[in-house]
C-alpha cells in the first residue's frame, strides 16, 4: 500500500480537480462563454481553473512519487469516482444501478493496485 502521505495526495488531487471540474461547469452553465464577455465576468471561471490547476500539481507529484503503473490507475481511479459523486450531489445528475456498480468497481481497483504497490 503506498504510504500515507501519497494517499493525501492522491485525494486532494482528485478532490482539487473535481471541485475544479464542478466550478467551471457551475460557471459555464449560467455563463456561455463569447467574444465579446467582459474581462472581468470571467474572474470566477479563472478561480474555478485555478483549482482545477491546483489538482493538477497534486497529481504531479503522487505521480513523482510512484511507479506510473500505480499512479495512474489510482489517480485517475479516484477522480472518475470524485467526479461522479459531485455530480450527483451537487448537479442532481441521475445515479443508476450502473453508474453505481461502476463507481464502486473503479475503487476497488484503485484498491487492489495500491495495495499491491511494490
Known amino acids: 500500500m503506498p504510504p500515507a502521505l501519497d494517499i493525501v495526495i492522491y485525494f486532494m488531487a482528485a ?3 473535481s ?5 467551471i461547469k457551475s460557471f459555464l452553465n449560467v455563463h456561455p462563454l463569447s467574444w465579446d464577455m ?15 490547476l491546483s489538482g493538477l500539481g497534486s497529481w504531479l507529484v503522487a505521480l513523482h512519487r510512484n511507479p506510473l503503473s500505480t ?8 477522480s472518475l469516482a470524485s467526479s461522479t459523486t459531485i455530480a450527483i ?13 461502476g463507481v464502486s468497481f473503479i475503487l476497488l481497483g484503485a484498491i487492489f493496485i495500491g495495495r499491491h504497490h511494490e
Open 89 to 101: 450531489l451537487a448537479l442532481g445528475e441521475p445515479l443508476g444501478p450502473a453508474k453505481f456498480f
Open 38 to 52: 467582459p474581462p472581468l465576468e470571467l474572474l470566477p471561471l479563472a478561480g474555478a481553473f485555478i483549482v482545477y
Open 19 to 23: 471541485v475544479g471540474l464542478f466550478l
Open 15 to 17: 478532490l482539487l480537480s
Open 71 to 78: 499512479a495512474y490507475p489510482i489517480g485517475i481511479g479516484l
